[in-house]
């Protein structure tokens, strides 16, 4: 069996160090990798098939890629000791203390914006750059290497529905968002990465930047997702994982607070307990949402973040 038991180290409060301070920098014995994670060897070889995962449609049409319950342990772990390593600034996605929210704050004073889209990110991201991430950056001896990989992998690529996969791509890629962000620089403008959405912000996008940053893409096995490119003038709001910028302040987009709205109305004509709880908990998670850009909607959540759980506990009671 796998211990799901986690070291008195990880309750503390989380410290960051450098690379080179990881357990997993110059790891160079297979037997010491499989104690840090937990594992033995029969059951490090039967995690690293394949058949360790289970593919699926979502209800979007999305194929998922999801580990099963003993490989999800194993990915966090590995997703805990990958958490404490130092991260550049430019990184707003799986990390602590940063999200959607601090991205856009990035670009709040932006005159003019460019973003990105990384085509199908992690489908792209094959086994064989995870593999030389883990030989050349974190200086794994290759059979060490070689268990990492097959075990954070799926089918020859980073899976989409693990823990790790955004730590996998990011590391695997890395020279790629160094690069984008020694560009940028250059430009005096700023860089964010938030997953697969690049941004570029500043008083000016230099002409043919974005056939630049593009290059830079291309080069390292990638390209950007044509639909998806925006160039925003000093004169819109700009959009960026899911906030408008506008005039320096951070707003939430109108399409969210137009299915708030809806939420709202559906849940006035609600007739039974079980239907406002399924719209109570909607409507919650969207205020909540709304109320990371919008303070004035995080009392609002806290209201019918109440209200939800009285009709929970009168539906538990009826039972």
Known sequence: ????????????????????????????????????ISLSKKQADKLMLDSAYKEFKN?????????????????KRIGALLSRIELPSYLHSGRKKHSTLTNAESHRQATELLKL?????????????????????????????????????????????SPISMAMAFWAHKDMFDELSHLAASSSLVFTAYVDDVAFSGSKIPKGFAAQAKKCIRSH??????????????????LLTGIVIQDGELKVRWAHNDSIGKEFAILADATDNTAKIIH????????????????????????????????????????
């Open 221 to 238: 096995g990638l390209t950007s997702k044509d639909k998806k490119e925006r160039f925003y003038t000093s004169s819109e709001g700009k």
């Open 1 to 36: 069996m796998i211990s799901t038991k986690r070291s008195s180290s990880l309750h503390s409060p989380l410290k960051l160090y450098p690379l080179n301070q990881s357990p997993l920098y110059k790891l160079k014995s297979k037997n010491k990798l499989l104690e840090i």
């Open 117 to 161: 889209d990384i085509h199908k990110f992690f489908p792209s991201t094959r086994a064989a750059k995870v593999y030389k991430a883990f030989v050349e950056k974190f200086e794994m001896s290759p059979d060490v290497a070689y268990v990492m990989t097959n075990l954070a992998t799926f089918a020859g690529k980073v899976p989409t529905g």
């Open 59 to 75: 209800d979007a049409g999305r194929t998922i890629q999801e580990p099963s319950a003993q490989l999800k342990v194993v990915h």
């Open 280 to 319: 109570l908990e909607k409507l919650a998670g969207k205020l909540h949402a709304a109320g990371q850009v919008d303070f004035r909607q995080k009392d609002r959540a806290r209201f019918f973040t109440k209200q939800l759980r009285a009709a929970k506990k009168q539906s538990t009671q009826g039972s």
